[in-house]
């Protein structure tokens, strides 16, 4: 009786010894040296996943950060600068400091302003809307309003306005990954820089026609008729095409772009409200349509004391 | 037992209401807006400017490239604009915008051609001529002729097949064209076999056309060199692989050529065409169009001049009836719903079909129950469902080795399914994207 206990507790432990052998030599013949530093870098990553570095997944961003020698070319948009630093101070490369940005929607084309005129009952997708035909309404440049952007976006950083049937961006969600600028088959979407109270002024139009196409088919449409490249002192808006552009570099916010826009299709963004000194001025529904989608943004920067306009 | 090919396909109502009308001249409309992008390729480059006059036929825009075609003015008239339009492709395009002068004759004259059999020219004079007077494939595909004719050497060509099957439902064009011009048509299938060297040629015609079928019997009695067969009615046998199975048992290989297996396809349309531009020097400006639908009453066929607003036609018959949802450029199959009538007639516009509110309405998709017709109707062997399903997942490499690129975009797996799937939408998609692929990788 004792001795069948004994003989099965030292053939366990055998074949307990031998498998532990095995694993041994296997673990120390195939051993595969990974960098410390990978791991290290991978935990600073946002952990997102998104794609926007241009690598599949933060892991392989990270191995790329800590093989590649010159890594300055690399950034993750999502973690942006704070983290691009810390991977220098592990990796002790030189990281370059990039602006941030943010996805801003370029087409004021909602359903008021841009009419529908065709039915269209195939698959909603943008994609596939775009690769059929110029769109619902007469405008072939704008929103299709399927929201290819928002399906793809990992930050719930966009929704579509049912009753304007665009897509809204939340600013402050948006890690500009990239990844709804590539879902867009109409290029609509812009990275844009995000300067600290996140003021903007853009086109929101991409409509190439020439004026009174473009102003038949959309209230808001761009209609090329240069008076902001007249009035902009910094000569940061070009004309190409009919439509104008709004390079945000050179671009000194100083509004008076805004104001000369006669279909209002220059957007301004987070700007404090203007001191009105004529009393009948009407605000025009364009821009009012924006500010009450920046309206949640715009709560943060309300704190701050406007300052007067430039 | 009659021909046709062996795998898939499908029978949808014919609605061939127009088979018995004789094709009508429709008289040159006021302004003609002539798209430069009508063939499948390189677009043609402009060669006109704004205030120009020009003639009937002359060269408004040259081939910009080996795969392009020229574009003859269909009217005499003054070119008062280039403009941006939209064409059937849904998008703004390129336009050329001619006033036609109407105290020119020339542009309301009937143009008398009387049957000339003789060819006088040779070889090459004819594939010139067939390459300046813009001819394309007329059936549709729009695919440049001359193209398909320039055969290389160690392409043997020994079979000329004549595409008269008119498999589309409501479409009569070809149909009328056949039996209206039967003795032009064999000439002009006598002048490509002399210009390719060609000792066979069998023209394909469905079984629903037979006084088609007797006519051009009867005109080619004389060369026994072309056939007539007539074929089992069959949704798609318009289709160059499906006819060339159907006729001649061959099976043109996955991303080849008719031309692999010794086979050239040429429209019964396209075929007139060569004889008007190879016999009298005529270049593609006009072409037959079926105006119908359910219930337009005065539906017909059509002399149309290239560049013609699709207004127009719809007027001739009478107007837009109550309740139009949908006008098709082409086929209820195949074609293409326009944005707006302003469209013009372009050189693939077959026929114009209006649909009213109750047909045009797509019905709800639903889930995929797997009963399979889709596949039982392919007529390229493909599983529809799974090409679907791969393209709306985004997995673009497996729908390539899946053959996603062999589909001929006929719509039989949409036509069957029960449960109403968007299928060719998204396989058309796909193979958006795999293309894209394979340039970016080449």
Known sequence: MILSVIYSAILLSSIGMTAAIILFIVSKKFYVYEDPKITEVEDILPAANCAGCGSPGCRAFAEKLVHTEDISELFCPVGGNEVMKEVAKILGKEVAEKDPTVAVLRCQGSCDMRPKTTLYQGPRTCAISAMVYGGETECQYGCLGDGDCVEVCDFDAMYMDEESGLPVIITDKCTSCGACVKACPRDIIEMRPKNKRDLKIFVG???????????????????????????CPKGAITMNNNLAYIDPVACALCRKCVEVCPTHSIIETNFPPKKVKKPTEEKPKAAKLEVEKVAVVKANVESEKPKTDA | ??????????????????????????????????????????????????????????????????????????????????????????????????????????????????????????????????????????????????????????????????????????????????????????????????????????????????????????????????????????????SEKQLIKAILKREVPKGGLPMDVGVIVHNVGTIFAIYQAVQYDQPLIERVVTVTGKKIENASNFWVKIGTPIKDLVEEVGGLPEGTRKIVNGGPMMGKAIKNTDVPVTKGTSGILVIDEEEASRQEAKNCIRCGQCVFVCPMGLEPHLLMNLSEKGLYERAASEDVMTCIECGSCSYVCPSHRPLLDYIRFGKSIVKKLNTAKN
Do not use: W
């Not at chain 2, 006059?53 to 008062?80: D, L, M, R, Y």
């Open chain 2, 1 to 238: 037992m009659l021909k046709t090919f062996p795998k898939g396909g499908v029978h949808p109502e014919e609605n061939k209401f127009t088979s018995s009308k004789a094709i009508k001249r429709m008289s040159a409309p006021k302004v003609v807006y002539v798209p430069i992008a009508q063939h499948i390729g390189i677009p043609s480059e402009i060669v006109v400017d704004r205030k120009d006059k020009v003639e009937i036929g002359q060269v408004v825009a040259k081939s910009g490239g080996f795969v392009s075609s020229n574009i003859h003015s269909p009217v005499a008239g003054t070119v008062t604009k280039l403009d941006m339009m939209v064409d059937t492709s849904g998008y703004k395009k390129q336009c050329i915008v001619i006033r036609t002068d109407q105290k020119n004759e020339a542009n309301f004259e009937e143009p008398n051609f009387p049957l000339k059999k003789e060819i006088t020219m040779n070889q090459k004079d004819i594939l010139q001529h067939i390459k300046d007077s813009g001819i394309v494939g007329l059936g549709g595909a729009t695919f440049p002729s001359h193209v398909k004719l320039d055969l290389k050497n160690d392409n043997h060509v020994d079979c000329l097949i004549i595409n008269g099957v008119e498999c589309e439902p409501y479409l009569t064009a070809d149909h009328r064209l056949m039996l209206e011009k039967a003795d032009e048509i064999i000439v002009g299938i006598q002048i490509l076999m002399h210009a390719l060297h060609i000792h066979e040629a069998v023209i394909g015609i469905e079984n629903n056309k037979k006084d088609a079928v007797a006519v051009l019997k009867k005109a080619a009695k004389d060369d026994s060199r072309i056939k007539v067969a007539a074929l089992k009615v069959k949704y798609p046998q318009g």
């Open chain 1, 205 to 231: 139009c991409l409509n190439e026609d020439k004026g009174g196409i473009a102003k038949r088919s959309c209230d808001v449409a761009c209609i090329g008729c240069s008076k902001c490249v007249d009035v």
